[in-house]
T-cell receptor, first 112, second 113 residues
Framework: GENVEQHPSTLSVQEGDSAVIKCTYS??????FPWYKQELGKGPQLIIDIRSNVGEKKDQRIAVTLNKTAKHFSLHITETQPEDSAVYFCAASFNNAGKSTFGDGTTLTVKP | DADVTQTPRNRITKTGKRIMLECSQTKGHDRMYWYRQDPGLGLQLIYYSFDVKDINKGEISDGYSVSRQAQAKFSLSLESAIPNQTALYFCATSDWQRPEAQYFGPGTRLTVL
């Protein structure tokens, strides 16, 4: 089955700096890669996703890049703000299976 | 997401007790999922259902059972709870048109003593 590894497990940045979280996946058949943000006491929320036919996708301050050859994808957050502090999860899935394999999460702390 | 609700939000129980966690959604989605989250780990899939008559085991289904009472309701049962089932449990939904994008409930924190 699919295996997703996520790094780093914790990340601390100053407000205004950029943050990068990286994930690798094992199954070359995976073709959908979402990122979720989990705030304290809440369920994960989908913040951005990318399909395997796209190399990069941006949404305001967040972007995701995908390298299919190397089987890794990354989340980039620019101009970080304290409200970006949360746990971020990457995931990988295949086609219409609807089942995602999740990474172990990255706890991001943005210091004011 | 208020469209996906879970009850109870917190539950403390004893070893050997039967526990039911309930999930309801108003998003009109056909697919529903149950995940378990342990501290410092990602989400592990317990069971998933693509419609009322289609229920499938996930990665860690042993010790759990589910019931899809209606399109909007999906319950998770622990037949005889054990301490290593102490975890945060999440229900999620997705739509057939975009099945990979999942919408999560707020979670149920379960403690088994």
């Amino acid at each position: 089955g699919e295996n997703v590894e996520q790094h780093p497990s914790t990340l601390s940045v100053q407000e205004g700096d950029s943050a990068v979280i990286k994930c690798t996946y094992s199954d070359s058949a995976s073709n959908y890669f979402p990122w979720y943000k989990q705030e304290l006491g809440k369920g994960p929320q989908l913040i951005i996703d990318i399909r395997s036919n796209v190399g990069e996708k941006k949404d305001q301050r967040i972007a995701v890049t995908l390298n299919k050859t190397a089987k890794h994808f990354s989340l980039h957050i620019t101009e970080t703000q304290p409200e970006d502090s949360a746990v971020y999860f990457c995931a990988a899935s295949f086609n219409n299976a609807g089942k995602s394999t999740f990474g172990d999460g990255t706890t991001l702390t943005v210091k004011p | 997401d208020a469209d996906v609700t879970q009850t109870p939000r917190n539950r403390i129980t004893k070893t050997g007790k039967r526990i039911m966690l309930e999930c309801s959604q108003t998003k009109g989605h056909d697919r529903m999922y149950w995940y378990r989250q342990d501290p410092g780990l990602g989400l592990q899939l317990i069971y998933y259902s693509f419609d009322v008559k289609d229920i499938n085991k996930g990665e860690i289904s042993d010790g759990y059972s589910v019931s899809r009472q209606a399109q909007a309701k999906f319950s998770l049962s622990l037949e005889s709870a054990i301490p290593n089932q102490t975890a945060l449990y999440f229900c999620a939904t997705s739509d057939w048109q975009r099945p990979e994008a999942q919408y999560f409930g707020p979670g149920t924190r379960l403690t088994v003593l």
